[in-house]
């Protein structure tokens, strides 16, 4: 069964220090998002991308994030100077189309540690 | 509103009913989930009900929803411990562009053998 994944799977960087978050969604879905959760909280939207940009984006996703999806495959979260309270795990999602309540489906996840 | 709450924790032995409980205060909400997270897995979906429905079942997995009280829960017949986990309730609400979910924070299920 086709499924979404993510890398790395941990990841552990120093303040101020730039990530990339790697997503590959499958392969014939069409809308791609953005979650996290921060430990203990709830998991909460950051980004949709559709047509090669950005549809809607939550008050979390300010101008350090930034989204790519640089070939057919890759989705990417990029976080240009990150805080300690960017420690979270980060799901990426897809899925197919928007009709009839047609479900996103998640990753694993990449969990981020900002020391 | 975008609060969708649960409880926080529900135990259960093995071959009991389990009944997690969701509210949620958008009631132009369109499209209602269960998702379940596995200790170091993703989110898998569960189930789906369309606001315009009362119940849905699918095997051991019975939604309800009470649209007038803004109420969903999730009912799982003969638990087993394989179903321990952390169950979320989400919601695509009425306005959302592009299937934004607003997830509760999760109610964490564990079953006693």
């Known amino acids: 069964e086709p499924e979404v994944t993510q890398t790395p799977s941990h990841q552990v960087t120093q303040m101020g220090q730039e990530v990339i978050l790697r997503c590959v969604p499958i392969?014939?879905?069409?809308?791609f998002y953005w979650y996290r959760q921060i430990l203990g909280q709830k998991v909460e939207f950051l980004v949709s991308f559709y047509n090669n940009e950005i549809s809607e984006k939550s008050e979390i996703f300010d101008d350090q994030f930034s989204v790519e999806r640089p070939d057919g495959s890759n989705f990417t979260l990029k976080i240009r100077s990150t805080k300690l309270e960017d420690s979270a795990m980060y799901f990426c999602a897809s899925s197919p189309t928007l009709a009839g309540g047609e479900t996103q489906y998640f990753g694993p996840g990449t969990r981020l540690l900002v020391l | 509103g975008e609060d969708v709450e649960q409880s926080l924790f529900l135990s259960v032995r093995e071959g009991d009913s389990s009944v997690i409980n969701c509210t949620y205060t958008?009631?132009?909400?369109?499209?209602l989930y269960w998702y379940k997270q596995e200790p170091g897995a993703g989110l898998q979906l569960l189930t789906y009900?369309?606001?315009?429905?009362d119940m849905k079942q699918d095997q051991r997995l019975t939604v309800l929803l009470n649209k007038k009280d803004k109420h969903l829960s999730l009912r799982i017949a003969d638990t087993q411990t394989g179903d321990s986990a952390i169950y979320f309730c989400?919601?695509?609400?009425?306005?959302?562009?592009?299937?934004?979910?607003?997830f509760g924070r999760g109610t964490q299920l564990t079953v006693w053998p």
């Open positions: 958008d009631s132009s909400s369109t499209y």
């Open positions: 989400a919601e695509i609400q009425g306005g959302s562009t592009l299937g934004r979910l607003y």
């Open positions: 392969s014939n879905h069409l809308y």
């Open positions: 009900i369309f606001s315009n429905m």
